[in-house]
């Protein structure tokens, strides 16, 4: 999801993307005006992340916020178009900040996770891990299993989990403090939708979300 923050003026791009026009400001204001050109919140398996970015179109000054820590500041840049690179997460994602004119006066963001568009990334991810949400004893949990290793995360970090073949599939058990939980694969009898998995909290089932 792409969330454009600036007091500049924008114009939307054909994908979608971020566009910055300078509007001749002096250096001076510029440091004042400038703010968060672009936004991007990124979920992976340790979280959703916010991903900030700073472009000043006259000195060139580049700062990049990763859930609000200052992960990269560059204040003088000759060339105003490029690329920023860093790592995002638990497992440091390899993320790319590609800034690209549009005209002299307008510059396009985009986003690259893993080498791959946003929207890709996010697209192929969908079918390679399941996501719920839930509230026990007043606390949020955010549980994601990624069905490529069978690792499950809740709340960023990696659960101790213990497999358990049974009848019907196989199950996924690991607690939540006194709470009992288990993720079960069964098969959904067609090609197509493949293995269905299904959170069950103290014998309770949890909703995917979508």
Avoid at 71 to 81: A, C, G, P
Avoid at 124 to 130: E, I, L, V
Avoid at 173 to 191: E, R, T, W
């Amino acid at each position: 999801m792409v969330n454009i923050q600036t007091v500049l003026p924008t114009m939307a791009s054909g994908d979608g993307s971020p566009v910055f026009e300078d509007d001749g400001s002096s250096p001076h204001n510029l440091e004042k005006m400038t703010n968060c050109v672009a936004t991007w919140e990124v979920a992976l398996s340790d979280g959703v992340h916010r991903i900030e970015f700073e472009h000043g179109t006259i000195t060139g000054k580049r700062v990049v916020y990763v859930d609000g820590k200052e992960e990269i500041r560059k204040k003088w840049m000759f060339k105003l178009v490029g690329k920023e690179t860093f790592y995002v997460g638990t497992a440091k994602t390899k993320a790319t900040i590609n800034i690209d004119a549009v005209t002299d006066f307008a510059y396009e963001y985009t986003l690259e996770i893993n080498g791959e568009s946003l929207k890709q990334y996010m697209e192929k991810r969908s079918k390679t891990t399941n996501t719920w949400v839930l509230q026990l004893d007043g606390e949020d949990f955010r549980v994601v299993l990624d069905k490529n290793t069978m690792d499950v995360w809740c709340n960023g970090k990696i659960m101790k989990t213990e497999g358990e073949f049974v009848d019907d599939g196989v199950e996924t058990h690991f607690h939540f403090g006194n709470h009992d939980c288990y993720i079960k694969a069964v098969s959904s009898g067609k090609p197509k939708e493949g293995i269905i998995h299904t959170l069950i909290v103290d014998n309770r089932e949890i909703p995917q979300i979508s």
